[in-house]
């Protein structure tokens, strides 16, 4: 692959757009995003569950959150790479853009995610599968079918961005290829999902399959349509990996699954006393001056944050040749090595067992399938059925953008999950309610 393709500034739907140059006082991808950041889809994640449901009175990470501290992380990423390949290309003048890319990209990785967590996505694909929505199993192609039983938050994120709702413009949000290109971690349709992840639905396989030629990304030899991830998937991918196992330790700590001892611990382990003495005894030192313990343990996630952004480029620069050829085939974070591995390995192993399988995780996602699951029923049967009564009243709630483009099965089905798969938690949770007659406007 070929930085002076990989970092293309042409945009979707906008082909032929050559900006004037009063609107060259942003670069493109730091327009990108800008896009991002004030669009609805990304302030509806202030009320998406991350992990941990919101308590009253402390506050833990919700998707948004979770996303400007991973676009942070992404952007320190971005620019040690900047700073390597501009010594190797210093003719490529988007080189320094690198950055603002990879940000951008985290700032929208997780705009696809459904309300209720991770258990979200689950909830979807089990409507489809063991669920009402099995019916329509023979009424789907293959691939379609596939792409509703393995929803999935990443792809369905890329169709947010991408696709043209009623409305809306040509392209989604317009962005440039490069950013759209640097969130889809899984470059194949659904048919080849492993463990429910693929990067794009059959409704955007095109759109994808036009930004890989463009970016020329090398492309696999197989039945379904497959590509080689574009080099900076990898640092959007390290820098979720990093929040999201670092940052539940903190927020595990607050709410008291997680003793203060026990996390300490977890992030001491990220140091090697032989290796890391200077800043083992600058942190022994601040320890000291600081009693307050969150602030410790803040102190702390902080160090293990930037040791883990070092340490993702060194595996990166380590892989370079491989990334660019398409032939790495693990994550960066995957990849560490010595007693940073171990230390990881270690924060999975408690997170599993300790802080993801608690009673508070669990209820919410237990309540996600539920929820989710009677939406669906209600939408999708409403969208196959549109001319009876109560299905009119319910479709009278589906706002125009989410309307069926076509008559085809695949598309109406489609148009109810994107509209279910949007929500938030709390408009789930009160539409569900008022669906089932448990509360009414203006009732209390």
């Not at 999201?244 to 090697?272: N, P, R, W």
């Not at 089905?413 to 203006?442: C, E, H, N, W």
Request: a negative charge; glycine letters at 6%; proline letters at 4%.
């Amino acid at each position: 692959m070929d930085w002076n393709i990989l970092l293309s500034t042409k945009r979707l739907g906008m082909e032929t757009w050559k900006p004037s140059a009063r609107q060259e006082d942003r670069s493109q991808f730091q327009r990108d995003y800008d896009r991002i950041i004030f669009s609805s889809p990304f302030r509806r994640m202030q009320n998406k569950t991350q992990v941990f449901p919101l308590p009253e009175h402390i506050f833990v990470h919700n998707r948004l959150t979770h996303s400007l501290e991973v676009a942070s992380v992404g952007r320190s990423l971005g620019n040690l790479l900047a700073e390597k390949l501009t010594e190797q290309f210093p003719e490529n003048k988007l080189i320094p853009e690198i950055g603002t890319i990879v940000s951008a990209a985290c700032l929208a990785h997780d705009l696809g995610n459904p309300p209720f967590g991770h258990s979200g996505e689950s909830a979807i694909s089990g409507f489809f599968q063991n669920g009402a929505g099995k019916e329509f199993k023979d009424k789907l192609s293959a691939a379609e079918w596939t792409d509703f039983i393995r929803f999935d938050g990443n792809a369905n994120a890329f169709r947010i961005l991408s696709h043209q709702f009623n409305g809306k413009r040509p392209g989604g949000f317009a962005l440039t290829y490069p950013t759209l290109a640097s969130i889809v971690k899984y470059p194949f349709e659904s048919p080849l999902a492993t463990r429910q992840k693929c990067g794009f639905f059959q409704t955007e396989k095109e759109t994808f399959l036009q930004i890989a030629g463009e970016l020329q990304l090398p492309s696999k030899v197989q039945e379904h349509l497959s590509f080689e991830r574009h080099p900076l998937v990898y640092l959007v991918e390290a820098a979720d990996d990093i929040c999201y196992q670092i940052m539940d330790l903190e927020d595990a700590c607050k709410l008291g699954i997680l003793s203060y001892e026990k996390v300490t611990e977890l992030f001491l382990g990220f140091y090697d006393r032989k290796h890391d003495q200077k800043a083992l005894k600058s942190i022994e030192n601040t320890l000291k001056r600081v009693t307050d313990r969150n602030e410790q343990i803040s102190y702390l996630r902080a160090g293990v944050i930037g040791k883990l952004i070092h340490e993702s480029m060194h595996v990166f620069d380590s892989n370079y040749d491989r990334i660019l050829n398409g032939s790495f085939d693990k994550s960066l974070i995957g990849s560490l090595e010595n007693w940073h591995a171990q230390a990881m390995n270690m924060v999975k192993e408690v997170s599993a067992s300790e802080v993801y399988a608690h009673r508070s995780v669990v209820e919410i996602e237990i309540a996600g399938f539920k929820i989710i699951g009677t939406l669906l029923e209600e939408f999708v049967g409403a969208v196959m059925d549109p001319n009876e009564r109560y299905n009119k009243k319910i479709l009278s709630l589906l706002p125009e953008q989410y309307r069926p483009q076509s008559e085809s099965i695949y598309n109406k089905i489609q148009s109810a999950v994107d509209f279910v798969s949007g929500m938030t938690d709390v408009f789930a949770l009160d539409l569900y309610r008022k669906i089932k007659g448990i509360s009414l406007p203006g009732v209390v």
